[in-house]
């Protein structure tokens, strides 16, 4: 289907920035929208609270600028976010443009962001978890595929992105190991309407991350990447590096965590803990060999893009 009227005219390439842990602040978001393509952040990135409200002030100041691709925000809708309902009126107040929710349900969002005209997507691992979005009025849905850097799914995007074509006609949007150009033509081709690229923008100048994480995820292979639940109590995919370099066996955490609940990354506690310390890469990662600004990246991607045909 054509893209919502809100990225109509605006993108470079048909490609969202997925919002990540730690990792999406504003510096990087921004440049992803200058560069042309959506830019996203996690509400739970700014902390204290009041941080979040100035940055979305400095985002949608920067987003206005002719020729800037949207800004999106990343809403967690599970009962563990005890910022859910903070976060939203903040949301609200500002008129987010784009709003993608994620691990829960996100009836109350859109019917609020909907009221000020803006869209939503959430992120899906599964058919079950997309007909639940579908009947809550969503606007797109992110299907989570394999190899997808944090929170990802096991299905393959071949079957998951003709499943939910079947019983969808919003924009799907497909993620999974998206890491060139041409990975964003093909996930056209096999019917979604999007890509949604994350680990790539990790290993970028304006990326709020270590050197350590990113020159991890210039050196991995798909080798190095492990799926457990071990750390956030949900399947994720992380580095084995940096387990290893936090004192655990990458062996030995392949499991559930007795006792282990959702995990929102708080990086207030002790111990190792995810997102923080446990850092987090998709299979993707075996195609990333530097470190570039995002306008150079997006450049080459839309090189990329073009010459695929």
């Given at each position: ?299 080459r991607l839309k090189a990329q893009y073009d010459s695929a045909g």
């Amino acid at each position: 289907m054509p893209l919502p009227a809100l990225f109509q005219g605006r993108l470079r390439l048909p490609l969202i920035g997925a919002p990540m842990f730690i990792v999406s602040q504003p510096d990087l978001v921004i440049a992803q929208c200058r560069a042309g393509v959506v830019g996203c952040f996690p509400t739970l990135n700014a902390r204290p609270l009041p941080q979040l409200e100035a940055w979305l002030e400095q985002l949608t100041t920067a987003t206005r600028e002719p020729g800037v691709a949207p800004f999106g925000a990343n809403l967690i809708v599970h009962k563990a976010n005890a910022r859910q309902a903070e976060d939203l009126e903040l949301i609200i107040k500002h008129k987010v443009p784009f709003v993608i929710t994620s691990v829960g349900d996100p009836t109350p969002v859109v019917e609020r962001v909907h009221a000020y005209g803006g869209i939503v997507f959430h992120d899906v691992i599964s058919l079950k978890h997309a007909r639940k979005a579908i009947a809550a009025g969503v606007d797109g849905l992110i299907l989570v595929c394999a190899g997808a850097g944090g929170h990802a799914g096991t299905l393959s995007p071949f079957a998951f992105v003709a499943e939910v074509r079947k019983i969808f006609a919003g924009t799907i949007v497909l993620s999974g190991a998206i890491s060139y150009g041409n990975h964003v033509k093909a996930a056209q081709v096999i019917g979604a309407d999007m890509a949604y690229m994350g680990t790539r923008f990790i290993a970028t100048a304006e990326a709020h991350a270590q050197d350590e994480y990113k020159k991890m995820i210039v050196d991995a292979g798909t080798a190095d990447i492990v799926y457990t639940p071990y750390f956030s109590g949900v399947y994720a995919n992380y580095l084995r590096s940096s387990i290893a370099a936090s004192g655990l066996d990458p062996a030995q955490v392949l499991g559930e965590r007795p006792g282990a609940q959702l995990s929102l990354g708080s990086d207030d506690s002790k111990g190792p803990k995810a997102w923080r310390d446990i850092w987090s890469a998709g299979q993707g990662a075996g195609a990333i060999d530097d470190v570039p600004t995002v306008a150079q990246l997006v450049d080459r991607l839309k090189a990329q893009y073009d010459s695929a045909g």
